[in-house]
């Protein structure tokens, strides 16, 4: 019999002994003797767990309560006005992005890719970018909640398949929780469908949030207006990238997949971590839950691999942003004599983050945030002053030719031997491709 407090009977039948989860499942048996409903002394009785987490139970398919996730991110912008926009916002929208258009073609090669225009609300922000949240978050939840259970001992695995069932729902619930909170964060200050730099709605659909852009502009000296066409401009700008460089979401989106596959548990290196953010949980009180939660019950060391994949993601997210900053500085450079100002505010505001990206980065894992905006803004610019435009954005042909991190610390370096490209037939371009995807075949280019 144990002495200390909170602890159950042990008999040497309790499979979470020496565990991570050890101190949780004792803290379920409170007072419970050890023996409830015929368990093994030192097993949770089923029937109070049950009850206990009810709270994180509710039904659902997949990894994570989404609509228990949504209905949370809707309960959070609703805590103020949040009108639907009107629609002389919508056709302010419609016209900005028009003439963003225009203005764009004059600067990138790439034509447009906007086929509808939209002014959203915050809550219209949720839902129509869910699908794009439901990819990029499912495989890191997956990925938490297999790393959570192989965290378990073989012996535990075997006498606890019901537990197993009821852990993977209760940490599908507390990630619905942090899911919902930083999608809900993310609304109150997000401008844009793709103001974080992944395309978060359908192909195509270039969406604003006019109340953000409201608030965003008060702290800025410049007339609301001009901020409405230049983040038209950034938006039509992400359109055209993502329309026509045909690889790149799926080379972001998988990034975040790489991510997750490399997460790792060591139940021995965060045992502690684990009980001592345990003990002072009461398993029935959901308040405690959530200060759990809070405290970063899945804040855990990355491995290596998730460096690596963190790192690409990174990579590609700054030269995205600074592709866009390049084209929108040109088109903008005769013709919006508040440009400037606004490069500067949307440069600091990207490389820093705000608030709710800082929360969404604490609750998933990931910092969705081009730190090196500028170096790669330099290199594009760089790159398009030697060689032109063209030059410039043949570079998104192929993953294989985008600048490295390491090109970004010498944005002015990259390809700095290269001049104006003289005309080349068709063989001789497909041959200086092959060179440059690093391909030693002597095949013809259609093999």
């Known amino acids: 019999m144990s002495d200390k407090p909170g602890e159950t009977p042990d008999d040497g039948q309790n499979p979470f002994k020496g565990t991570p989860f050890e101190q949780f499942f004792g803290q379920m048996m409170g007072g419970a003797g050890g023996a409830a409903g015929g368990l093994p002394a030192g097993m949770p009785d089923l029937s109070q767990l049950l009850s206990q987490i009810q709270f994180l139970m509710q039904p659902h398919d997949g990894p994570v309560n989404w609509d228990f996730a949504l209905d949370m991110a809707r309960k959070a912008v609703a805590q103020s006005p949040d009108p639907s926009p009107s629609q002389r916002q919508q056709d302010a929208v419609a016209d900005a992005v028009r003439l963003a258009d225009h203005w764009l073609d004059e600067t990138t090669e790439f034509p447009s890719g906007v086929t509808s225009t939209a002014a959203w609300s915050r809550a219209e922000w949720i839902v ?249 803004s330099t290199l594009w610019g760089s790159l398009r002053t030697r060689q032109g435009t063209e030059a410039r954005d043949g570079v998104w042909m192929h993953p294989d030719l985008l600048p490295s991190a390491a090109d970004l610390d010498d944005p002015l370096g990259f390809r700095e031997d290269a001049s104006a490209p003289a005309e080349l037939s068709s063989e001789d371009f497909d041959a200086e491709l092959m060179k440059l995807l690093g391909d030693d075949s002597t095949g013809s280019p259609e093999e």
Not at 206 to 235: C, H, K, M, Q, W
Not at 307 to 318: I, S
Not at 352 to 361: L, Q, Y
């Open 128 to 376: 129509g970018t869910t699908d794009v949240w439901k990819v990029l978050v499912e495989p890191i939840a997956e990925s938490s909640v297999a790393a959570l259970g192989g965290a378990l001992p073989e012996e535990a695995r075997a006498m606890s398949g019901p537990l197993l069932g009821i852990l993977g729902k209760a940490v599908g619930g507390m990630l619905a929780q942090q899911v919902g909170s930083g999608l809900g964060a993310l609304a109150a200050e997000v401008l844009s469908v793709s103001d974080i730099g992944l395309p978060l709605a359908a192909a195509g659909k270039a969406a604003i949030v006019p109340a953000n852009v409201t608030a965003f502009a008060e702290g800025l000296d410049v007339s609301e207006d001009d901020v409405l066409l230049y983040l038209a401009l950034r938006e039509a700008a992400h359109q055209r990238l993502f329309a026509h460089v045909p690889w790149l979401r799926d080379h972001l989106i998988g990034a975040v997949a790489d991510y997750a596959r490399g997460i790792e548990i060591n139940a021995e290196g965060i045992q502690s971590q684990i009980e001592e953010q345990m003990r002072g949980v009461d398993p029935a009180n959901p308040e405690s839950m959530q200060q759990l939660l809070e405290g970063g019950m899945f804040d855990l060391p990355r491995s290596p691999a998730q460096e690596a994949a963190l790192q690409r993601l990174e990579v590609t997210l700054a030269l995205v942003e600074g592709w866009v900053d390049e084209v929108v500085g040109q088109a903008t450079a005769e013709r919006m004599p508040s440009a400037t100002k606004l490069q500067e505010a949307f440069r600091r505001r990207r490389a820093a983050g705000g608030p709710a990206e800082e929360t969404f980065a604490t609750l998933v894992g990931l910092e969705l945030r081009p730190r090196r905006l500028r170096d790669a």
